[in-house]
């Protein structure tokens, strides 16, 4: 998106407002009713012991998990079963839009010469901006919202009532979020997992869906995923994308599965949950390489025999833990995910640019220049990753994901991902 060039009374505003630690960003008859009858009669979740009309929350009111609200109540205002009202729990920052900006003038006016304005005195708490806007001004800005979203910051009062929590904050926020989602959640509630992180105990890879279950004290068939090729912004504005619902339970998938789905987002159904997940952590680790042999001027050829050597070390490290059925792979979870992050994804953004400055700024500096205050994920799932294949032996049976590990903790040059993809062994069928 285009913004404008900023005037010069703008520019000065923008100084104060950093001095000032604010935030500055611009202005701004169904299938239900068929599973409604399976879930209400034997065929039930077992899980699940409540009756429609179901609630519905997202706790993390990030770009994605606002994202995914905005489907989720796009569905809920047509669904016979489904409350209307969709709760989006948030962090409730102070927001300063342009016409904040204005309201500054003023403000600076008032103070006498002093330049010292109240925090509360200028912006809105990010909360008032979607109940009234209907905007996500600080992570999904310019996207309109359904009227049926409610910024909650309190918990408690978000999901309380809930019969399914989409679980949408940032990886390192997951456990934290639990610590407080544990007092309030329905016993029968499910948990939709957006997270695309891992966790690396007792020498193996285990999902964020498994955090969650032992965290929040509940069965593993109530925690699903949500887990696909999707970059927010593209499917804020309806662009087609698809993904990928994970659940155990086929009856979850049929409960489920109608208020995530629209004609722009379509889904496919899987009884699995650690396939998705650990793709979904896994692939960002390759589009790390991706962007370190870009940042180098990489040929097309090159980039799609890197992709091809990181899908089939990220299937066979997956695989040596969890049996992942084979239509999986295919789904948009897994190796769509890859093409995407690797196309478009921050992950090769920054390691493009890591490679560009000859790997003398550090990615946590680029991270801070360029994302916005988005993190990366793939070169903190690169750590584990490494911790296990030396664990395991592993670090021959797979030198490309060993090699993105030695790049990111600065032990090798950016160029040495060129020589591990000349050496990797290629098929022979036995030659």
């Not at 949408?168 to 997951?174: A, I």
């Not at 659940?247 to 987002?265: H, V």
Request: net charge neutral; with cysteine; glycine share 8%.
């Amino acid at each position: 998106m285009k913004y404008g060039r900023p005037s010069r009374l703008t520019a000065a505003i923008a100084i104060v407002l950093a001095a000032c630690h604010f935030t500055w960003l611009g202005s701004e008859q169904d299938k239900s009713e068929s599973v409604a009858a399976v879930l209400t009669n034997t065929s039930k979740p077992r899980a699940s012991s409540s009756n429609p009309p179901w609630n519905a929350a997202v706790v993390g009111a990030g770009s994605w998990g606002t994202t995914v609200a905005k489907m989720i109540a796009m569905n809920t205002a047509k669904l016979k079963n489904w409350e209307n009202r969709v709760n989006l729990q948030l962090i409730d920052e102070m927001v300063v839009t342009d016409e904040d900006l204005y309201k500054l003038k003023d403000a600076l006016v008032r103070t006498n010469g002093t330049g010292v304005i109240e925090a509360d005195s200028v912006g809105s708490r990010l909360s008032k901006i979607i109940n009234t806007r209907h905007v996500n001004a600080k992570y999904l800005p310019r996207v309109p919202l359904p009227t049926n979203i409610v910024a909650e910051p309190d918990m408690q009062v978000a999901i309380g009532d809930a019969d399914v929590i989409v679980l949408g904050v940032p990886d390192q926020f997951v456990k934290s979020s639990l610590s407080v989602i544990k007092h309030f959640l329905k016993p029968s509630a499910r948990i939709i997992v957006l997270s695309k992180g891992m966790e690396f105990e007792n020498n193996a890879l285990v999902p964020v869906s498994e955090v969650v279950t032992r965290e929040l004290g509940i069965d593993g068939d109530q925690v699903c995923v949500l887990i696909g090729a999707n970059i927010a912004i593209e499917v804020a504005v309806e662009k087609f994308s698809e993904s990928t619902l994970g659940c155990r339970r086929t009856e979850d998938l049929a409960w489920l599965k109608p208020i995530f789905e629209q004609p722009f987002f379509r889904i496919g159904a899987v009884t699995n949950v650690e396939g998705p997940q650990l793709c979904g952590a896994l692939k960002n680790v390759i589009a790390i390489g991706k962007g370190l042999i870009a940042g180098q001027g990489a040929s097309a050829n090159t980039i799609s025999a890197l992709m091809r050597i990181g899908m089939k070390e990220m299937r066979g490290i997956i695989s040596e833990f969890y049996d992942v059925p084979e239509r999986v792979w295919w789904e948009s979870c897994c190796f769509a995910d890859v093409i995407t992050t690797c196309l478009a994804g921050r992950n090769q953004h920054v390691a493009e640019q890591f490679a560009r400055r000859g790997g003398k700024v550090s990615f946590e500096m680029l991270e801070a220049e360029l994302l916005n205050g988005q993190r990366l994920q793939g070169t903190v799932t690169a750590v584990p990753v490494h911790d296990l294949l030396v664990h395991k032996r592993w670090t021959k049976k797979y030198p490309f994901f060993e090699a993105v590990y030695q790049v990111v903790a600065t032990k090798a040059p950016p160029g040495s991902i060129f020589r591990v993809l000349e050496t990797v062994p290629q098929s022979d069928d036995g030659l």
